[in-house]
């Protein structure tokens, strides 16, 4: 529930299932629709801005000459599709709208549904669902520790609050990381599974293989470099995680 933020969307999305239902397009592909329906109208905010002209519009064109057919509401899909997702969309548009602090915004909203349909475990833990953060005792925490940042003078909550600075944690892992540089905790993660987990330092996550810290890197769109990186480059990682986390939504609903 926490990732749905417009009832008018998700009401739609319902309406639309309805009439599927009751067409004769095939019931095993009705699911696929409204998911990716639901999906494309929260990335364009479709609901958000006169509501009732753009239901009204929808509710004509997928009831053309009186009747629902397969054929008729995949090819409206379709337009819509090349309409509102071109590659502009995923490449620039969507990647603008990842500069933004609202934690609620349609587009992280998405990226984290992205992060439960793929499985995805949380940064630096394995068998430790993202999706079981969300729904249960998980927070969202700064990749880049906001008092880090604070203290490098980056104070302005519009820039350490960015949604592009966000990932979910298990407490444990929260705790190690603690308000650290990215070069310092990524490097001692690191560190423990070259090492062996044979440390005196606090152990940062249960991974204890490189190819699935790599992995875990990518499922949680952090760039391979962090691991370099202090607030100098800061903007560097927005900017590069703003690409990733769209290019994941793109998999995303292109596998819906």
Same mark, same amino acid.
């Given at each position: ?104 915004? %349609? ?37 880049? %520790? ?25 407490? %444990? ?8 540089? %990215? ?31 790599n992995q875990n890197l990518h499922t949680n769109c952090i760039p391979a470099t962090i691991k370099d990186w202090t ?26």
């Amino acid at each position: 529930n926490k990732l749905m933020n417009s009832d008018l969307t998700l009401d739609f999305a319902y309406t639309l299932y309805l009439l599927l239902h009751n067409s004769d397009i095939d019931k095993t592909q009705v699911k696929r629709y409204v998911q990716k329906w639901y999906v494309l109208t929260t990335l364009t905010s479709r609901y958000i801005a006169s509501p009732e002209s753009a239901m009204d519009t929808d509710l004509r064109r997928i009831s053309e000459k009186g009747f629902i057919s397969e054929k008729g509401f995949c090819k409206y899909l379709e337009e819509i599709e090349r309409a509102e997702l071109s590659d502009v969309f995923w490449n620039d548009g969507l990647v603008q709208n990842f500069e933004t602090t609202a934690v609620n915004s %349609p587009y992280i909203n998405v990226y984290w549904a992205a992060q439960v349909r793929m499985k995805d475990d949380a940064l630096f833990t394995k068998n430790c669902a993202v999706s079981n953060l969300i729904t249960v005792i998980g927070d969202v925490h700064h990749i880049f %520790p906001k008092k880090y940042l604070q203290k490098n003078g980056i104070n302005e909550k519009s820039k350490y609050n960015q949604v592009a600075n966000y990932t979910y944690l298990d407490t %444990p892992t929260n705790i190690a990381v603690g308000d650290d540089a %990215p070069n310092s905790y990524f490097s001692r993660a690191l560190r423990q599974i070259q090492d062996g987990c044979a440390t005196d330092e606090t152990q940062i996550g249960n991974i204890t293989s490189i190819d699935d810290f790599n992995q875990n890197l990518h499922t949680n769109c952090i760039p391979a470099t962090i691991k370099d990186w202090t607030y100098e480059n800061y903007d560097q990682f927005l900017l590069e995680r703003r690409k990733l986390m769209a290019q994941k939504i793109k998999e995303y609903y292109e596998g819906l």
